[in-house]
């Protein structure tokens, strides 16, 4: 008689590999974002475009169109104009929006999705502050128009290239909850609309989507260097979390923090408040010091979460528009993903261990007339 051994249960898939991938390698012990084969700190100094071709192509998409900023189809329009009108949270409005979008094939969807989420995000802004929204330009890039359809204005180069270093730094960090959800959507072999609509709703968790926001009210809380010591101690013997450090996967710095560290400081020495990057700066130094006080060995370093909300607060957005932007930079990973999971053709389908209760294997004898 043989004895069934139970499968193993790794609780989140944790350790667990689900798949091989061309798209991202994340080194946690060593600092490290590889994707599509080049280093975070190379590739930034490419288009957002460019990254997004890159991508594809290392999905097995060949030939690849350039994605543009598109025109809202009507009914998209509608739809965020009635979300605006009940003040629905922006990611709530992005998850409607992008159901909205159509497209004949995986191509044409992947392009509209990455073409459309930043004109649906800018345009939501737009109508949430009480402004008719924008067309998209031609001769502006993703970058450049997510800006302009924002604010309305011209867009500072210095901004832009700082916006298109974030959306770049952002676009794929390998099997994330929200890219997973893209991935297991896609395998069942649904569209790529439907997958990016659910990565979308996984991204809009508070345990995946991350703190920036919360991150920058730290720094703006503590208002000059000299309380930067005394609020963080106060803090840390509450038992709070400092916001933007520590990382589950980076066991030394997030090298996203280092990309975004650098854009941020050209940024606001170019065209913002240096004050601003000076204090948080600042903090950054009395908290990484305190945190390895408090927590030694713990190796809690600065995330991608902190100059996240420096920089985005740089190119003056609104905390409510940091995690809808995250959502317009990582679009690039998820359709690469879902190019590279319907190669697979395979349905993502993995095992659960009851621990219920079981009936009785013997009936209850039933009454007699």
């Not at 359809?149 to 994330?176: C, M, S």
């Not at 968790?205 to 101690?233: K, Q, T």
């Not at 038992?239 to 400081?265: C, N, Q, S, T, W």
Request: glycine fraction near 10%.
């Amino acid at each position: 008689m043989t004895t069934q051994t139970k499968p193993s249960v790794n609780e989140g898939l944790e350790g667990i590999v689900a798949a091989e991938t061309r798209l991202s390698h994340v080194d946690g012990e060593r600092g490290e974002l590889i994707v599509a084969g080049h280093r975070l700190e190379d590739l930034a100094q490419h288009s957002f475009e460019d990254v997004v071709g890159l991508l594809w192509t290392a999905a097995g998409v060949e030939s690849a169109v350039t994605p543009r900023a598109s025109p809202l189809p009507p009914g998209t329009l509608a739809l965020l104009r009635d979300a605006a009108s009940r003040r629905l949270a922006p990611m709530d409005a992005l998850r409607m929006g992008a159901g909205t979008l159509v497209a004949d094939d995986d191509r044409s969807a992947a392009a509209a999705i990455v073409g459309g989420l930043p004109v649906i995000a800018a345009t939501y802004a737009r109508l949430l502050a009480g402004h008719e929204p924008l067309a998209p330009r031609p001769d502006l890039g993703i970058a450049a128009n997510a800006l302009y359809l924002f604010t309305g204005n011209e867009p500072h180069p210095e901004h832009v290239q700082a916006l298109n270093i974030y959306l770049t730094t952002v676009a794929d960090h390998g099997f994330n909850a929200s890219t997973f959800t893209a991935r297991v959507i896609t395998s069942t072999g649904s569209d790529f609309i439907s997958a990016v609509t659910g990565a979308i709703g996984a991204l809009k968790g508070p345990l995946h989507g991350g703190a920036p926001g919360p991150a920058l009210d730290m720094v703006f809380e503590i208002g000059s260097p000299e309380r930067a010591e005394s609020v963080l101690r106060q803090k840390l013997a509450a038992g709070e979390r400092l916001m933007g450090f520590g990382h589950r996967i980076y066991k030394v710095r997030d090298p996203r923090a280092e990309v975004l560290g650098a854009a941020a400081h050209r940024l606001f020495t170019s065209a913002g408040d240096l004050r601003v990057y000076d204090l948080a700066r600042q903090v950054e130094s009395v908290a990484l010091r305190l945190l390895e006080e408090h927590r030694p060995g713990r190796r809690l370093q600065t995330n991608v979460e902190f100059y996240t909300a420096l920089l985005l607060h740089g190119l003056g957005l609104p905390v409510a528009q940091f995690t809808p932007t995250f959502a317009v930079g990582r679009a690039a990973g998820w359709t690469a993903h879902c190019f590279e999971q319907r190669a697979r053709g395979r349905l993502i389908r993995p095992q659960s261990r009851y621990v219920g209760a079981i009936p009785s294997m013997h009936r209850v004898p039933q009454p007699t007339a």
